[in-house]
């Protein structure tokens, strides 16, 4: 089974740089995605990670660890309009999605 | 920007009516999913399809039924609307590919009174 945690919530101050953390069980996956989701609308994709490293997208860097079974979303300078949950989802060979629970981020002005 | 579509956006209807939530994409994606989603709660898929006249229940249980008659059209079937289907109701498709980079669409949000 693939089990998949991110912390509940989470709090920052616009303008900073704020860290959300994803671990994971899984016997094995393609890729790692990370979604954006305001409330009551959509998830939008943000990143994907196949490999072991960084991968930067203005703003927003995501980064895998496999051997760890670690990987976190990395936003800077933050904005008021990145409050919204943060999706941690696992893409296998079946062809689906397993999501993690999210992270609720509140930038605070 | 994808383009899938779904309808109603919102629906308020009564016990035990048969409702169905619509879905279209027009990329031609072949893999199309249905995920529901309460308030604050994680996305569960409920169906998949790999393409036209494919099904596939997903990891979580539910009452509703799907179809896929035609490459961009995945409706979603209630035969029989109760309160415990509140809920939101969220459509995506995926490229072909390892990659499977889900496109999601705007959701249902149902309320069944």
């Known amino acids: 089974g693939q089990n998949i945690d991110q912390p509940t919530e989470m709090t920052a101050t616009e303008g900073a740089i704020v860290q959300i953390n994803c671990t994971y069980q899984t016997s094995g996956f393609n890729g790692l995605f990370w979604y954006q989701q305001h409330a009551g609308e959509a998830p939008t994709f943000l990143s994907y990670n196949v490999l072991d490293g960084l991968e930067e997208k203005g703003r927003f860097s995501s980064f895998l660890s496999r051997s760890k079974g670690y990987s976190y979303l990395l936003l800077k300078e933050l904005q008021m309009k990145d409050s919204a949950s943060y999706l941690c989802a696992l893409g296998g060979a079946t062809n689906k999605l397993i999501f993690g629970t999210g992270t609720l981020l509140a930038v605070q002005p | ?3 899938i579509y ?5 629906l308020v209807i009564g016990t035990g009516k048969k409702i169905t939530l619509e879905c279209s994409q027009t990329m031609g994606h072949d893999k199309m999913y249905w ?3 309460d308030p604050g709660m994680e996305l569960h898929l409920i169906h998949y399809s790999y393409g036209v006249n494919s099904t596939e229940k ?3 249980s539910s009452e509703s039924t799907v179809s896929r008659i035609r490459t961009e059209h995945f409706p979603l079937t209630l035969e029989s609307a109760r309160p415990s289907h509140t809920s939101q109701y969220l459509c995506a498709s995926s490229e072909p590919g390892s990659r499977n980079e889900q496109f999601f669409g705007p959701g249902t949000r149902l309320t069944v009174l």
């Not at chain 2, 779904?6 to 919102?10: H, V």
């Open chain 2, 6 to 10: 779904q309808t109603p956006r919102y």
């Open chain 2, 1 to 3: 920007e994808a383009d």
């Open chain 2, 58 to 60: 997903g990891d979580l």
């Open chain 2, 35 to 37: 995920y529901q989603q």
